[in-house]
């Protein structure tokens, strides 16, 4: 074992901004008017004009800068050490597409500007369409929705359409015990009704179980493929099949679709609506919690539901349509989250399909070689080849007195992020673990030592981790009882 | 292979380790018929240096606000955003992070968020904000959701000023939920939403009233009675706002009643980037806290008494409630709040006031020119920011096209939104538009007409 990485470092106090404020500072100067100033009261009644910004902070450019940069090292990202983050696909975001999203003909373009001067930029859309229906195996893909939720609502606004439109409306969607939070959810703000199937012994889903609940009045099905525990979800063809037949719609959601990157398409297993991560997949960064995008692929019989606007290509010309009278409408203003467009169709171009199947490959080899070489010392409740992920639980060192949110927290002390705790829902107190391709031996090695360290260490010494973090384990039901939601003047800091 | 380390010695003794015989091998649990045969149809992959030249090539095919003199808005500003903005957002440690689920390695993002909630709440003058929503229209389709959460009712009345493409959003959020949703035309000479008017459709059924200030005219509506007139019939007032920096300017709603304050904060640090990634804002009143869809960061201390922040409140959100949650929304905007959080405290409160009130001094230096110009006139007498609509004595495509090839972008037309406002456009000044600029545009119209 090397040396651990995560040790003490050179980490500053920093108040609230609002904190350090004093009047009469200010980091930017406005330009003088060259226009002459107005009197405000001239044009807009008195009792509607603001003479205060009460507590608005007024800070330096230093103070500014420093306060920021003294945040974000408080903060641990992928560019600071592996990030194991289950069902996350926390990969590496290349610097270059960070450079390209910023180039001026991309950021600086005004969602209104003429058509003919926006080419570039429609262009892009329409090939990231075409890219990304050829990578999931769908006829049309709508790049509108701005997150992976956002996309299965849209989904499920496509198929409820499709029913009306037939005049025959369903109620019921079809959702595994191990489907993402937003699954249910998204089927709900829809207005339709979540009927949960359970998952077979396996970890996967059997035909049986969803012939069992498929009826005329669902709808269709909402599956995860590869499934929440890393697992491929081997029937999900004959599933399809049987949902097809009463008429219902296959609904995949794509946030582990890195496991598949051309190595299968869910076109081919029968999904007929997909909506993809491009904040997983397709390595744009995730923000601190957005912005994503959460572009939407569909089969042919329900791409005369996608939202509006659709880029159009004649000729070699781009135009939007807006026309589309099946539609369900627009889910935001505007196009999409083309700044994250920008970097995905550049990470997809850097790739090619070479380097995209290849990225599948080397994720699900490194989630196998994490979960071999842990199995000797955590409990893995599903024990075949896994995907993209695997899924452990604590019930080994819960036996010792220490659980999975202790694991969690010690492994910030050897410097790594904690993977997904407690979810899925299905394995008790769940370790979830998701590599991703751009992790080397070296740092899986790292991991797995630390891993297998921690599960032999004292169990006191774990129950009071994080020891080398800034902040130690913090208060949750203090945080949740009496809410503190915002600065207030005169609280202490 | 770029972005993917592994040496072919590393993989020997990973399979090795694993006991598969090779790559393909961990394949086998995807049914033989599934796989693909063949390489994905995709152009072939490019080295760093071809992707800059490639990509460079492409957004060259675009013009930019800074090729064109450009005086459209309608929910997109172009501001001016200071260096330091995009310094921080280039942190690292803030933008390859993901949602602050670990506190004790996440507090850099959670005070910046901490920090977004109160200075959204200063500016709104409300209660509670969230850590943010997608974007302005679908943040005004969660306040009517939130609304119908609050009241149960049946009723939704939307001023015909809100922007159009915010009603679009609405009528798709709101497709299967039992509601009627009931639009008051906006007054056709102020081009505000009169109070009458509201008075003919809101009542005891009515769960919510929707209106926009400034409104999509850039006309500066009545909150005032505009609340009364929701508290009266105990409606929640939404008061949407698409250009924050009137908040510079402007009293907050908070103080005209507002129950719920939504809204696009791209204006704030974030840059016009074709319409996205943008800000959803997302504020109200204490009391209807619980029903708040979106994340919430707030304040606790360590175990070592310390003060820190983490998310809570998390038993609304879908990881936990499921069906039941408030919303959807999961992954929100965080970079984009953070960019707003950045701009606003490099601006402070004199920049941030100072600014709004140059936008004003600009708008109306315009404004005032127009008004001499044969063949044109305001279409609306209500008082404005930094947009405004003008009435042509013909279809303006033809000279928005003269002024294009001119260099200019005099606007946006408004009949694609509104068939019957046909000789109408609307006009955009901030402080990105110089006198110089604005002139050029003056002489322009004043050429064409």
Redesign the interface.
Known sequence: MSTAIGITGLIMNEPLIFESSSEGKRAVETPTSDVGDVRPEEFIAAELLRTDIAGFPEVSEVGVVRHFVRLSQWNYGVDTGFYPLGSCTMKYNPKVNEDIARLPGFARLHPYQPEEFSQGALQLMYELEEYLAEISGMDAVTLQPVAGAQGELCGMLMISAYFARQGRPRRKVIIPDTAHGTNPASVTLAGLTAVPVKSGSEGILTPDAVKGVMDEDTAGIMITNPNTLGLFERHIKEIADIVHEKGGFVYCDGANMNALLGVAKLGDMGVDVVHMNLHKTFSTPHGGGGPGSGPVGVKKELEPFVPVPRIVKKDSNYSLDYNKRDSIGRLRAFYGNFGVLVRAYAYIRAMGSEGLKKAAQMAVLNANYIKENLKSHYHLPFDQPCMHECVFSDKLQFEKGFSTMDIAKRLMDYGFHPPTTYFPLVVHDAIMIEPTETEDKGTLDGFIDAMKRIAEEDPELVKGAPHNTKTKRLDEAKAARNPVLKWRPGAKG | ??????TEK??R???R????KS?ED??????E????KR????????S?QE??A???K?????????D?I?F?G???Y?HYI?S?V???L????????????????????L??V??Y???I???TGMD??N??M?????ATAEAI?MARRINNRKKVVVSSAL?P??R??V???L???PVVIEEIMHCNETGKTLPDAVERHIDEETSCLVVQQPNFFGC?EDLKSLGELARKNGAIFIVVIAEPLS??????PGEFGADIVVG?GQSLGN????????LGFFATREKY?RQMPG??????????G?????L??S?R?????????T??????????A?AAT?Y????????????A??N???C??LKKALQGIKGVKLAFNA??FNEFVIELDREPEEL?KIL?GKGM?GG?PLKRFYPYLDRHILLCVT?MN???E?DVLIDGLRGAL
């Not at chain 2, 994340?295 to 070592?304: I, Q």
Request: proline share 5%; net charge negative.
């Open positions: 292979m770029p972005y993917v380390p592994h590393d993989i003794e990973m399979l380790a694993i006991g598969a790559v961990l394949f086998r649990v995807v049914p018929e599934l796989r693909l390489p994905l149809v995709l152009p072939a992959g490019l760093e992707l800059v490639e990509m460079k492409l957004s060259a095919t675009n013009a930019t606000v800074d064109h450009s459209i309608a929910g997109a172009n200071p330091v995009n310094h921080i280039l942190r690292s440690e803030f933008y390859t992070s993901y949602t602050p689920y670990q506190p004790e390695i996440s507090q850099g993002t005070q910046a901490f920090e909630q109160t200075l709440c200063q500016l509670v904000a850590a943010s997608y974007e302005g229209a679908s959701l922007h493409e915010y679009d959003v009528k798709t959020y497709k299967a939920q500066l908040l510079g300017l402007l009293k907050s696009e840059s016009l980037s074709f319409g996205g990634p943008y806290l994340r919430l960061v707030g304040e606790t201390t360590d175990k070592d310390n003060r820190g922040f983490i809570t409140l038993t959100e879908q990881h936990i409630r499921r069906e039941k949650a919303s959807n929304i999961c992954t929100n905007e965080g970079l984009c953070l950045v606003l405290c490099a601006l402070g409160k004199n920049g941030l006031m100072k600014l009130r140059l004003l001094s600009k109306e230096y008082p404005t928005l294009s972008w946006l402080e110089t006198k110089a604005t």
